[in-house]
C-alpha cells in the first residue's frame, strides 16, 4: 500500500495551493479517503472526507467553504484544493485511506506553510 502525497509548499495569507494524494497497492475505489492536518503542538484534525464514489462529501467547520475535496477513481488519486489559505492553515496534511474502523493506510505527509 502507498499514499504519496505532493502539492504542499510555502503560500501567501489568501493563496492557495492542491494537494495531490497517488494510491496504489489496495481497491482505491472501494474506499472513503480522507484528509487529515498536524500542527506543531496541536491535536490532529480530520479535515475533510469523501465517501468511494465521491458522491458525498464532509468537511471540518475550520475549512468548510475554503477547501475542496474531491477524487479520480481512474487515477487512484485524492485532491484538497485550499483557497483562501490562513496562516492557521499551516500543517503537515496526510492523506488517509479508510480500510475499516480499525484499519486506516497514511501516506507520509505534505508540508503547508501558509505566510507572508
Known amino acids: 500500500v502507498q499514499l504519496v502525497e505532493s502539492g504542499g509548499g510555502l503560500v501567501q495569507p489568501g493563496g492557495s495551493l492542491r494537494l495531490s494524494c497517488a494510491a496504489s497497492g489496495f481497491s482505491f475505489n472501494s474506499y472513503t479517503m480522507r484528509w487529515y492536518r498536524q500542527a506543531p503542538g496541536k491535536e490532529r484534525e480530520l479535515v475533510a472526507s469523501?465517501?468511494?464514489?465521491?458522491?458525498?462529501?464532509d468537511y471540518a467547520d475550520s475549512v468548510k467553504g475554503r477547501f475542496t475535496i474531491s477524487r479520480d477513481n481512474a487515477k487512484t488519486t485524492v485532491y484538497l484544493q485550499m483557497n483562501s489559505l490562513k496562516p492557521e492553515d499551516t500543517a503537515v496534511y496526510y492523506c488517509v485511506a479508510r480500510i475499516s474502523t480499525w484499519v486506516n493506510y497514511w501516506g507520509q505527509g505534505t508540508q503547508v506553510t501558509v505566510s507572508s
Open positions: 469523501i465517501t468511494s464514489g465521491g458522491g458525498s462529501t
